[in-house]
Structures are given as C-alpha cells and as structure tokens.
C-alpha cells in the first residue's frame, strides 16, 4: 500500500501565518513523518507547493510595472525556504504552478474530462481602467439586501448572503475602485451536475472519510451541483487546452487541485523513475490531503469529481483532513491588520521546535480555537519541560547514578504489577496514537505521548527506585530498565512533532537514527541489560517571560523581518 500525502498549496502572495501552518502545511507534515515510520519511507511521498498564478498577483505585477514571474520567483523561493529549511517541512517534493510539468499535465488533464465540459457566453465584469475582467470577488459594492457598503460580488460579508456582482448596488472595482461594464466572453465550464449521482455513491461509500467533512459534501449535493467556469480571461495563468481558448487560462483552482498529481509526477521523473508516479495515483493507495475547513468543498467534491470525469480510474481521497480555524488572542489572523504572527516572525521568538509542538496541542480539531501566548508558554513550560523533559531526565539519570550508564535489564521474577500496567501502557501507547493520527486527530494523537510520561513520573513516584537501590538492586533496575524503555517509546512518538528533539533524546538513549525507526515496534522492550545510554542533558528549557513579553518580543522582531520580504510579500 502507497501513502499519499498533502497540503493545500498556499497562494504565493502572502507570508503564511500560524493558522496556514496548522491548517495544512505543519499538520501534513506532523502526519507524513509519522507514515513514514509507520509504513516506511518508500511507501510514503509528501507534496505540495506555490499557487502564484490568477489576478491578485496579475494586478500587483502591473501596479509595480514587472512581470508576475519575477515577483512569484522571489515570494516562492522565500516561502520554500522557511518551509523546508526553518519549519523542517518534510516534503518529498515542494514545487510550483510555474512547473512546466505542472503546466503541460493540466493541459492534458482538462483535455480528458472533455466529456464533461461545454461552452457558454457570459457577461462578466470589466474595468475598462486597468484592462482586466473581474473575478466574482474583485468587484465590491453595497449589499442589496443589508446595505453593507464593502460586499462583495461572491458575497456579503455582512449578512452572508450569495451575491452575483449584478445584484451590487454601486459596483466598483476593487483595485482602482472605477465602475466596471459587463462584457460578453465565452467560457469554457465543468459540468459538475453530471456526476452528482457518482460522487454521492463514492462519498457514502468512504468509510475513513471524517463525518463532518461529509456533512459539508452532503450539504452541497442536497442544493444539486451547477457547472463551474474552469477558464478566466486572465493573463497570468496556464493558456486553457481546449480549440478556440486561446485567450484564456485556466481558473487557478482548478490548476492548483491538480498540482497534487503533477508534483508527484515531478518527482519521479526528477529521480529518473518516470512511471512511478502512477503507483501513488492508482490502485491500492490511501491519500490524505491537510486543509483549512473552507476548502472542503474542492477536496471532498470538485477535485474527486475531476478525478471522476477523466474515466482514468485516479484514485480519489482517502482523509480529507479539514482544521476548524485558529484564531489569533480572539481575532481572525489579518495580514492588513497585522493581526497574528507570520512564519519569518516566529523564528525569532523560539525554537521552531517549540512552535510545532505547542501549535499541534492547539490543533483546532473539533471547533475554531484560539491562540494565545498563555497557552503556548503553558505547553512548553509544563507539557514538554515538565511532563516530558522531567521524566526523561529522571529516568536518565538514575541510570547513570545507580547502575553506571548502563541499562541494569528485567529480572522477570521480580516484576510487580505496577511495572506489568507501565509496560502495558508503553505498548499501546504509539498504536493509540497512530490510530488517531489516522483519523485526523493530531492533538488527541499526541494525548497519548504525554499520558505516557505522565504516567511515567506516577510510575517513578510510586516504585522509588532511588529507595529501591539500597534495599533490592535488582528491582530498582527492573523499575529503570522499564523506564529507559518508554524513554525510548517517547522519542520514537515525539519524532513527527519536534524531529531534532527526538533525535537528541535517542542520542541521549545512546542510539541514533530515530528517522529510521518502525513506529510499531516503538512500544517494544528493545534496550536491555548491557546497553549502555548516552550523555544525559537537559532535553527542554522553560521559557521564562510573560505573554505580554513574549508579544512585545513579536512587536520588536517585526519591523526587521518585513523589510527582508520579497515584495509581493510585503
Ligand atoms: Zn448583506
Ligand atoms: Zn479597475
């Protein structure tokens, strides 16, 4: 079996915020490491990369008088960068809609779901100043059912209400703010209603597929599917395939849900394996795809329906992996406003370790959560110091103090039944959380880590192996040898989350290469008598300063870190 794995590409014209990051980018690649554990690394392939083409970034390229390929080259080596290099993002393959492979595979992709396309004229909004059709949502205009004066031509952000820029009272455009014309432009639309009937078939069918990403699926079937325009009038894009579209690219959506194929195709040729990336697309593959809750609708309809129109047999997802929303100390993360922290900002208020791990616990998994630095200085300082770095380190250094370093091994006669439980719970413990992860639960996964140190230091707490030690030496090293054992069980769990930590927590066990570990054996008695551990340190360190420091810390940090962006990020 093939592992698939994914995050929603991000659009390349701003710097990704903490919310992308737990959205999609972190929370794919938390899973992707845990699979490759889990199922080995050559079953598994991770991908994603830049959205950089459509009309916000065509419209600043013409404000700024350069080609949009110049701005996206920089914005998307910037964001790479700090994905691959800063936030170790695992990806197997972080590519780019500007991939020519990307553009040549679209093409033909749109030209074997012709059974599911048709023409059909138009009137579209234009603005005559800047020379460009609008997009439904680059025409604002003051609501006509509630009167809000920013509405916009796809909807009232106000009411809620679905708009057409037609029913706008005072249309303008967003960019100049001049009234558009409507003109007449032929497009070329995907005729989704055809396939209403195959995608509720498969829908209920999928039996992994979390319940409330089928509510939203479902919830659209029940209103019946309408064609969706697959060209724009655009400029800035992939020229559209089909006889007569010369003037037209293809709608960025569309392109961008395909990049998950073309990305995979990428990269097996770019390892000289060019067939490969079929074993990846068809047959006996399981593809989990990590996204914000508003993108549910293109993963659980319009890309299985594209995959559906080819009659190619792709292989459709398995885990759409949808978050509810982080907010940000209360409010909605806003580049304009500069509400939340970006990942460039992060970097410099703490170890990038420490971000992943405290935004995984703050995984907005069941309802929108909020972010606070309260939060994030309560994980670190008790979850991982406390609970984890304390525990280690006891166990650690009892086996340095009493046995010399050396792992004392298991005298099975003299087991109790409080070592029995503790080693019952090591076993289970990564299962458990494999079994989570699976369901698209990260934050309840890692519940599982914790309970295990946890009840690691209540192990400690009530077996006294320091009492043990003058009395009967054989138990106090049962007791340690035990421990040692879910030290080991712990780095192999922490791994996906924080991999440098795990990596020096085994090099404290005296082993190395946990990237190279079996997560199911993770729970297994593999350290025994004779073996013996590494140098003991400290594993974590407390952060000592308050939210409001650690705020004005990200206040200091800001200015400096703008000025470094490329220009379409800042
Ligand atoms: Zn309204
Ligand atoms: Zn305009």
Redesign the pocket.
Known sequence: MKVFVASAWPYVNAVPHLGTMIGSVLSADVFARYARLKYGKENVLFVSGSDEHGTPIEVEARKKGVDPKVLTDAAHEYVRRYFLEVWEISYDNYTRTESEVHKDFVRKFLLDMSNYIFVQEEEVPYCEYDKLFLPDRFVAGT?P????PD?RGDQ?D??G?LLTPRLLINPRCVFCGRTPVFKVTKHWFFDLSKLQHMLREWLESSKEMPQHVKAVAFSWLEEGLKPRSLTRDNKWGIPAPFEGSQDKTVYVWFEALLGYISATIEYFKNIGQEERWKEFWFGDVRSFYFIGKDNIPFHAIIFPAMLMATGKGYVNPTVVAATEYLLYEGQKFSKSRRIGVWIDEAKEIMDIEYWRFALIRQRPEERDTNFTWKETLRIVNTELNDDIGNYVNRVLSMINRYFDGVVPGINETLLKEADRNYMRLISEAPRKMGELFEQNKLKAGTEELLKLAREGNAYLNQREPWALAKINKEEAGNVLTVGVNSVRAIAIMLYPLMPRHAEKLYNMLGLSNVEGERWDEAGEMRLNKGHRIGKVEPLFRKIELTPEELEGKLKEVRHKVEKERPELLR
């Open positions: 609501c059912y509630c009167g809000f509405a009232c106000n009411c209400r």
